[in-house]
């Protein structure tokens, strides 16, 4: 590979790697001690960081339902979206396998079918049911890769990007924690499962399936609600009562 594609595959990789670590590290390690909101301050921190470092360089999708609704929206190739997939899952595997590490350091710590793991039924804090949870994925991901869409400009985070990305994912953890431990992300849920085993592997499909599917219909549905010949601020157009006609030219800070 160029070394750009290098660097961009490496990010990802490193990106995916410590999201898993510290982020379901928090669950693991801290769980009972930041709770529910601290671990949702957890996950949105770390990527609110992680945006700014690995951001101008790949992007930080560390997401395969980020990275798919990136290519659905045409912002990026096939081939750089199974890169950064193959990057991603090594990443979330890898980080799974350092945090599987330190957590049987702790004493009386347990692991099996839990270390962050996603799911329902008797998983679920709320006791919520298999379509209860799918559901839940799919619009939880659909929000979290709709502003990811909305604030990057291509693919890059600039800006007060990452604050609106780190805001976004801590917000689908507050409400998703209860619910099924938050997926979001089929990276983050695969890695830990493949060490909690017994219903953390039965379950994952679902956390891998239903992100896919809510990162792509964010895709679908922002481009319809950002084309991407129109101005960024529509709203102030129509204030003004102006209408883009099909032969006028981009106005000032209209998108490439």
């Known amino acids: 590979m160029e070394t750009t594609e290098t660097r961009t595959v ?3 990789f490193l990106g995916t790697l410590l999201l898993v670590f510290f982020a379901v590290g928090a669950a693991v390690l801290a ?3 930041i709770g529910t909101f601290g671990i949702a301050l957890a996950f949105g921190f ?3 960081a992680l945006a700014y470092a690995l951001g101008p360089i790949s992007g930080c999708h560390i997401n395969p339902a980020v990275t798919l609704g990136m290519l659905v929206a045409r912002r990026i190739t096939v081939r750089t979206a199974v890169e950064y997939w193959i990057a991603q899952i090594l990443g979330g595997i890898v980080g799974a396998a350092l945090l599987f590490l330190v957590a049987k350091q702790v004493p009386g710590l347990q692991t099996h079918a839990a270390f962050g793991t996603n799911g329902w039924g008797d998983r679920s804090a709320v006791h919520i049911n298999l379509g209860g949870a799918f559901v839940a994925e799919i619009v939880m991901t659909f929000l979290f890769v709709f502003v990811v ?3 990057t400009h291509k693919v890059a985070v600039v800006g007060f990007g990452g604050l609106a990305i780190g805001l976004a994912l801590a917000t689908v953890h507050l409400i998703g924690i209860p619910l099924d ?5 089929p990276a ?3 890695g830990p499962a493949l060490f909690a085993g017994g219903a953390a592997i039965t379950q994952v499909w679902l956390f891998l399936i239903a992100p896919l599917i809510g990162g792509a219909l964010a895709a679908v549905v922002h481009q319809i609600t950002h084309p991407p010949q129109e101005p960024v601020v529509v709203a102030d157009r129509a204030a003004r009562g102006e209408a883009k006609t099909s032969g006028e030219p981009p106005a000032s800070g209209d998108r490439a």
């Open 46 to 48: 770390v990527m609110l």
């Open 188 to 190: 983050r849920s695969l």
């Open 31 to 33: 769980g009972e001690y």
């Open 10 to 12: 490496v990010s990802e």
């Open 181 to 185: 431990g938050t997926s979001v992300n």
């Open 149 to 151: 869409l909305g604030v």
